[in-house]
């Protein structure tokens, strides 16, 4: 199974679109979040992608397929972390799951872009927090912390920070 990363160019922006819809439907049963009267989620900070040079869209393929997507930025909820680094929407297919490509995908960004890493999983969603405690765990060799109770703009849940910029 060859697993790929690659950044999401301009005139791709509205397959990732697409794709953020899908994610934010899914993600709906933890936000409450409703769709727009057009029938759209929307995603408040899509072309910032394309405007900020801190701020990465990526598409997974999985032998050459779309398989999700990954949308790094440099925000923090921890305002003193440097050279920033945050996870803020990761997204794969529910045909790929369960295969290790989501470990696969999350351990390719986190050696592309170094940093201190904030990576939040809302309160309820349970898969989440299970999912990247572990992978993050594995990639760091358990040199991470777990910040609970994160209430912060709209954001109710832990955040898991590390920093592989060493």
């Given at each position: 199974?060859?697993?790929t990363?690659?950044?999401?160019?301009?005139?791709?922006?509205?397959?990732?679109?697409?794709?953020?819809?899908?994610?934010?439907?899914?993600?709906?049963?933890?936000?409450?979040?409703?769709?727009?009267?057009?029938?759209?989620?929307?995603?408040?900070?899509?072309?910032?992608?394309?405007?900020?040079k801190?701020?990465?869209?990526?598409?997974?393929?999985?032998?050459?397929?779309?398989?999700g997507?990954?949308?790094?930025?440099?925000?923090?909820?921890?305002?003193?972390?440097?050279?920033?680094?945050?996870?803020?929407?990761?997204?794969?297919?529910?045909?790929?799951?369960?295969?290790?490509?989501?470990?696969?995908?999350?351990?390719?960004?986190?050696?592309?872009?170094?940093?201190?890493?904030?990576?939040?999983?809302?309160?309820?969603?349970?898969?989440?927090?299970?999912?990247?405690?572990?992978?993050?765990?594995?990639?760091?060799?358990?040199?991470?912390?777990?910040?609970?109770?994160?209430?912060?703009?709209?954001?109710?849940?832990?955040?898991?920070?590390?920093?592989?910029?060493?």
């Amino acid at each position: 199974m060859n697993v790929t990363i690659s950044e999401v160019p301009y005139e791709r922006k509205e397959v990732l679109a697409r794709l953020i819809e899908m994610y934010e439907h899914e993600l709906s049963e933890y936000t409450q979040d409703d769709v727009d009267s057009e029938g759209q989620y929307g995603y408040t900070y899509f072309d910032s992608y394309w405007k900020e040079k801190k701020r990465f869209p990526y598409f997974i393929k999985v032998n050459n397929q779309l398989a999700g997507f990954i949308l790094v930025c440099d925000y923090s909820y921890i305002k003193q972390l440097s050279n920033k680094r945050m996870m803020a929407e990761f997204f794969v297919m529910k045909k790929y799951r369960r295969l290790g490509i989501g470990k696969k995908v999350a351990f390719m960004v986190f050696d592309l872009l170094k940093g201190s890493w904030e990576i939040g999983q809302l309160t309820d969603n349970r898969v989440s927090k299970i999912f990247w405690e572990k992978i993050i765990k594995e990639y760091t060799n358990d040199n991470y912390r777990k910040i609970l109770n994160v209430n912060e703009e709209g954001f109710i849940g832990q955040l898991i920070v590390f920093n592989n910029d060493i």
